[in-house]
């Protein structure tokens, strides 16, 4: 028995089937594809089982009784489908309905091509598919194969074969490796693909937050409130379907201190006196912030404190309003430049009124009224006091150790009930 197609001659092989009326037949050669019809002959070796020979035929039509297929329907371009089916089957405008994309939305068919026997190549109109899109098609039961069998393509799935762009990494150019910030948070920025959605990363595990590029691929993130020490920031940036890989690490050090040429001398004096303090003391007087600052010196306006610490002799007189300041709210407001002891002089003038001293709210700054009210003379009445080169020191409030000579022999009355202070702590 032989098996004729169009493109061949295939002689059977193998007969199945002996006693029934159904045989399945298996020959040799290329296989037949699921368009191709073929004829058959067969010859007198076939009986029956009354062994009456089976006339011989020729040209029987084998026929194709299986329907076609949708092997894959895929987005292949930016306004492209292809779909490849399981035989050749025939293709225009109108075998499809009801095209729509899940990101675009509905799309009209715009042209139909094919490639090869068995792929059609579609394409649409609108946007450019997005990466990563999927979709729906109906391909209608009209389309038939050459043996006339329909296709089941109605709600046929489309995915996207397209291989997504690489995204590079994103490139951190502020800070500089290596810098110092003095801040407690970092502003950090850099470059990337063009509106990427960038994510920045603490030491390399923990999402601090993200940013999004601009247009040219500018970006900026700062980041929360971190601790003074040293500090690694990377980030990676996504286009919505890839993530890149982590970029170059940049390491910076935040050291919120001001250097020490910055505070005045008594504030250094607190500073340095913390330092040779026990761990735990530094826990408990952390300077990363001018609050934290301002807290210690408050710290050493206590008179118990002054009395332990030396150190702090020599300028108690400044440190006791620090510590008014810092409790009140409206000393902080009415004189904001005390802030880190910068400018004290309207402080202590503040603080040598009688009714400021006369107020049991305002005790600590008792041990200190002589010189209180020595200053607010100076500052407020004295323009030849503060006009004498002399009395130099006292003009920032931090050394009235000549002023008190003056004021030991002075007649005023406010100064001569402390004249006993004033003769004791004179320096010439």
């Not at 579609?122 to 999927?134: C, H």
């Not at 006369?358 to 600590?364: I, K, L, Q, R």
Request: charged share 15%; aromatic share 8%.
């Amino acid at each position: 028995m032989h098996l004729d197609t169009a493109n061949e001659s295939r002689t059977v092989t193998v007969v199945q089937g002996s006693g029934t009326s159904i045989l399945v037949l298996t020959f040799d050669g290329n296989p037949v594809s699921l368009s191709e019809t073929a004829t058959m002959n067969i010859g007198v070796v076939m009986r029956d089982l009354a062994f009456n020979n089976f006339d011989p035929v020729t040209g029987q039509i084998i026929t194709d009784g299986q329907s076609p297929q949708v092997i894959s329907a895929q987005i292949t371009g930016d306004n492209q489908i292809t779909i490849v089916f399981s035989e050749s089957i025939p293709i225009s405008f109108s075998s499809f309905a009801n095209f729509e994309l899940t990101a675009g939305g509905p799309r009209s068919i715009t042209s139909v091509g094919t490639s090869g026997i068995d792929t059609v190549i579609l394409g649409f109109n609108g946007e450019a598919a997005v990466i990563g899109d999927t979709g729906i098609i109906d391909i209608l039961p009209l389309v038939t194969d050459s043996a006339g069998n329909s296709i089941d393509g109605i709600g046929t799935v489309i995915t996207d074969g397209r291989e997504a762009p690489l995204i590079a990494a994103p490139v951190i150019t502020i800070p500089a490796n290596g810098a110092t910030i003095t801040t407690s948070t970092v502003a950090i920025s850099g470059t990337s693909e063009a509106n990427a959605t960038i994510e920045i990363f603490h030491e390399s595990t923990t999402s601090l937050g993200t940013a999004t590029a601009d247009s040219s691929g500018n970006w900026t993130f700062t980041t929360g409130t971190l601790a003074d020490g040293s500090h690694s920031f990377t980030a990676t940036a996504s286009d919505g379907v890839n993530t890149s890989v982590a970029s170059s690490a940049v390491t910076v050090t935040i050291n919120t201190v001001p250097p020490p040429s910055s505070f005045t001398a008594w504030t250094q004096a607190v500073i340095d006196l913390r330092a040779s303090k026990s761990a735990s003391f530094q826990s408990t007087f952390p300077i990363s912030t001018d609050a934290e600052v301002n807290t210690l010196l408050a710290w050493a306006g206590n008179p118990t404190a002054q009395t332990n610490n030396a150190a702090l002799d020599e300028f108690g007189h400044m440190y006791s309003p620090m510590k008014r300041w810092n409790e009140r709210a409206d000393l902080q407001s009415a004189f904001p430049e005390a802030s880190l002891g910068a400018d004290e002089v309207k402080l202590v003038t503040w603080a040598g009124r009688d009714t400021v001293l006369a107020n049991p709210g305002n005790s600590d700054l008792v041990p200190h009224e002589e010189t209180y009210i020595l200053l607010r003379i100076y500052f407020l009445e004295r323009d030849d006091l503060r006009n004498n080169d002399v009395f130099n020191g006292a003009d920032d409030a931090s050394d009235p150790s000549r002023l008190y000579c003056w004021a030991a022999s002075s007649v005023d009355s406010r100064l001569t009930p402390h004249q006993a202070f004033y003769t004791a702590n004179c320096v010439p």
